[in-house]
């Protein structure tokens, strides 16, 4: 049992091993800064019109711990559209509406390879939705969530949420407007889906609701607190809310694991190890089960439509801090990022 006593239950159950000091943490957060602020790949989006004009300089690291403390740096309070991170959340709402059973046979829980807004995901497999991170599977996640009107729906989008962000989200309207004139393709899919009667709600329903709940502004600290939430089993650590169960919580995991960064999500895990979402608004959220939850946002993308410096700050801090569910070793504190551990 070494040395240390261990105060909580939840500590002992959690795989790998507890979080540095805080005053450690603290520091790796601002090393991880520094280090990536000055990496200026990547292009910030403009299939959406809304998203081209961000500045491509902001760039924000949050890491929430179970036990609600905050560890920020850089621009953790500038609201950015969720985009694709809003998915592994409804899906866990979804979860808790229907079973994560019955989720799991409608949406499916595999890798497609392909884009996230890839049609021929939807030809090539029989299954039509593949699993509910990219866009068709996300589509019908959406369709699943309980309501009989389009408002109802987003009503429990919204709050669901915001309660995953112990704060009342609100939504970013010029983006919704944006995304709304330009989203022929998702509304495409909807169709799509409908006529393989693997869409349970109206199409153009279903797509209005799904873009609302892409354009919720939040910032780098709503999506920590978010992530810690999964990583506390579905209990919110600031609010001390249960927004899920442990079960939907555990689930969404493994989902985001597979397939939460799109056709690289097997080179995320190689290297983080770790499940996380990426948005193309620059956010990832990254998971560490029973330690805490990460959250990054700086606009440029690579090609696969993942933020280039947050990619690059969640590597560095899974490393310095620990966090590689994969890692049976103590963690990487000043050496070479490259150690093979
Ligand atoms: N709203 C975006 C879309 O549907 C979300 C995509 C993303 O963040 N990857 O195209």
């Known amino acids: 049992m070494g040395t240390a006593k261990r105060s909580t239950k939840k500590q002992q159950a959690s795989t790998t091993g507890r979080l540095p000091d805080p005053g450690t943490i603290r520091r790796h957060v601002e ?24 500045p491509a300089d902001l760039f ?11 560890y920020e740096q850089g621009d953790v309070e500038v609201p950015f559209s969720i985009q694709s991170i809003s998915k592994p959340f409804v899906y866990a709402l979804v979860c808790e509406a229907v079973g994560h059973t019955e989720a799991r046979e409608r949406l499916g829980v595999n890798g497609t390879g392909l884009p996230f807004d ?6 090539l497999h029989e299954e039509r939705t593949m699993n509910p991170l990219v866009n068709a599977g996300a589509i019908a996640t959406t369709s699943l969530v309980p309501g009989d009107t389009v408002e109802d ?26 995304e709304s004139e330009s989203n ?27 873009t609302r709940q892409c354009s919720i502004a939040v910032t780098v600290h709503d999506l920590a607190i ?6 506390d089993g579905g209990v919110n650590p600031v609010t001390g809310e249960r927004v899920v169960d442990a079960g939907t919580s555990r689930r969404v995991l493994a989902v985001m694991a597979t397939a939460g960064m799109y056709e690289r999500s097997g080179d995320w895990l190689y290297e983080v190890g770790l499940p996380g979402k990426s948005g193309v608004s620059g956010g990832i959220v990254t998971v560490s089960p029973g330690k ?17 410096r947050g990619q690059r700050a ?21 050496g070479d990022m490259d150690d093979p551990r």
């Open 31 to 54: 090393d991880a800064y520094a280090t990536c602020r000055d990496d200026h790949g990547g292009q910030v989006a403009d299939y959406i019109p809304g998203l081209a004009q961000t």
């Open 226 to 231: 978010m992530a810690a939430t999964l990583a």
């Open 60 to 70: 924000g690291i949050c890491f929430a711990a179970v036990d609600g403390q905050v």
């Open 184 to 210: 022929r393709r998702n509304r495409g899919i909807a169709h799509l889906l409908r006529g393989y009667d693997q869409l349970y709600f109206d199409p153009d329903g279903t797509t209005e609701v799904y």
């Open 153 to 178: 729906k987003w009503q429990l989008v919204l709050r669901g949420l915001s309660r995953f962000a112990g704060r009342d989200l609100e939504l970013d309207e010029e983006i919704l407007a944006s």
């Open 118 to 123: 890839s049609v021929m995901a939807v030809e």
């Open 292 to 308: 805490g939850g990460l959250g990054t946002f700086s606009p440029p993308l690579d090609d696969a439509g993942n933020s280039v």
């Open 314 to 334: 969640t590597r560095e801090l899974s490393e310095r801090l620990g966090l590689n569910l994969f890692a049976s070793g103590e963690p990487i504190v000043d």
